[in-house]
């Protein structure tokens, strides 16, 4: 079955240390992956996403991950957060092709604390 | 307008109402989902329409009946709900429901089944 696991269920850490989420996924045949991102009392926001190309995927506000194929990861990293990227973090996946049936993996609660 | 709105907010039904709740985004998007999310859980897909045409159903029960009337709104009609059904349901939008596309959320309809 297909399943996107995020082992990290709640992160803490100061503010200016490095962050890496990790998310795995058990899909077969090519994957679209994604993090989304939902800062309190906000909505669900896209951070970044990866389908093809550069396996070195940029998104908004400094975040950045890193597909490996052959490990079936999909990693998120910040070299240094700021007490505003506290969120909770969900990695997510999908079959390429056809229509768009997104699996969420389970969540990572980050708080940063000043 | 980048927003998909979400009514009503909060909801507290009976087993025996019926209700409903309702989206509408005015991106022109021509996708729209419907996601339930229990607590601590990550949210899960229950419906997609792609073109006003249901393209996924995944197995909800019949209870829960959706309608896209048209390319911007979005209904899920409720009716002989369990107390288990008691959760957030969220209403996301993307462009085309293709694969790789970005999904926009709404801030959900809190429901509670007494």
């Known amino acids: 079955a297909q399943s996107v696991s995020q082992h990290n269920h709640h992160v803490i850490l100061s503010e200016a240390a490095s962050l890496e989420l990790g998310c795995n996924y058990s899909y077969g045949g090519t994957v679209n992956l994604f993090w989304y991102v939902q800062y309190p009392g906000q909505h669900l926001q896209l951070l970044l996403k990866?389908?093809?190309?550069?396996?070195l995927v940029k998104g908004i506000k400094g975040f950045e991950a890193e597909f490996i194929k052959s490990k079936f990861s999909f990693n998120l990293r910040k070299p240094s957060v700021q007490w505003s990227d506290t969120a909770e973090y969900f990695c997510a996946a999908e079959n390429s092709g056809g229509y768009q049936k997104v699996t969420f993996g389970t969540g990572t609660k980050l708080q940063v604390i000043p | 307008d980048t927003e998909v709105t979400q009514t009503p907010k909060h909801l507290v039904m009976g087993m025996t109402n019926k209700k409903s709740l309702k989206c509408e985004q005015h991106?022109?998007?021509?996708?729209m989902y419907w996601y339930k999310q229990k607590a601590k859980k990550p949210p899960e897909l229950m419906f997609v329409y792609s073109y006003e045409k249901l393209s996924i159903n995944e197995s909800v029960p019949s209870r829960f009946s959706p309608e896209c009337p048209n390319s911007s709104l979005l209904n899920l009609h409720l009716h002989a709900l369990q107390p288990e059904d008691s959760a957030l349901y969220l209403c996301?939008?993307?462009?085309?429901?293709?694969?790789?596309?970005?999904?926009?959320f709404g801030p959900g309809t809190r429901l509670t089944v007494l």
């Open positions: 990866y389908f093809s190309g550069d396996p």
């Open positions: 991106m022109g998007h021509r996708a």
């Open positions: 996301a939008s993307s462009p085309t429901g293709r694969g790789g596309d970005e999904q926009f």
